[in-house]
């Protein structure tokens, strides 16, 4: 947790130098990806249970400035639907669930080349929104790092291939999706992890 959360932090101190040394050079990039992986493991009474997502496809906005030939900062959100496994103790009538990133970030280029790769990483939220109105959103600090690619189409177009982790930060034995009564999910852990790979169009201005 300390290193991905150190990593994190350095790729955006690496990328947030003086914006007066270089002329802004602005990119978005949509992004069609596929989120997987983020099941919960729970523990309540001393029994244990498994609350699993289901993977799906995601959909993001990648916003990138330049600071240098080497590195920019990033905004990225990331959003997809999924569907929650029930526990034996719990129920709802609608199982569906938006899990959104929000991130401010930056990468820094690590080889050049035909394919260059580039190290990425950023902070923000986490926001969860079950479906069942009877159940309550949660918002989470989280972090991102992975690696990514451009590939040059054009002199303003590039492909852009992105792989991600995300980390969400929890207290060890919370709760969430809570109604009046009970919570859907009891967390015995202190992150939960989701992984993402993505691919997108980069227009620069």
């Not at 249970?49 to 590195?71: C, H, M, P, Q, V």
């Not at 792989?163 to 034995?173: K, L, P």
Request: glycine fraction near 8%; charge should be negative.
């Amino acid at each position: 947790m300390r290193i991905i959360f150190a990593i994190a932090c350095t790729l955006v101190s690496m990328s947030m130098p003086s914006i007066a040394k270089q002329p802004l050079n602005l990119e978005i990039t949509p992004l069609i990806g596929y989120r997987f992986s983020g099941d919960f493991d729970t523990t309540r009474d001393k029994v244990y249970n498994r609350i699993e997502l289901s993977d799906e496809t995601s959909y993001g906005l990648l916003t990138a400035w330049s600071f240098d030939r080497k590195r920019q900062g990033e905004f990225l959100i990331s959003y997809y639907d999924t569907d929650f496994s029930e526990s034996s103790d719990f129920s709802v009538s609608n199982t569906g669930l938006g899990i959104t990133y929000a991130h401010l970030g930056g990468n820094v280029q690590l080889s050049d080349g035909f394919v260059p790769i580039y190290a990425t990483g950023g902070f923000g939220l986490t926001h969860l929104a079950p479906k069942d109105e009877q159940l309550s959103d949660e918002t989470r600090f989280s972090v991102n790092i992975g690696l990514a690619s451009k590939i040059k189409l054009s002199e303003r177009v590039n492909l852009r291939l992105d792989s991600r982790v995300y980390g969400t930060f929890f207290n060890s034995d919370s709760a969430i999706f809570c109604d009046v009564e009970t919570c859907a999910i009891y967390i015995s852990s202190d992150i939960w992890f989701q992984a993402e790979v993505s691919i997108g169009i980069t227009y620069r201005f």
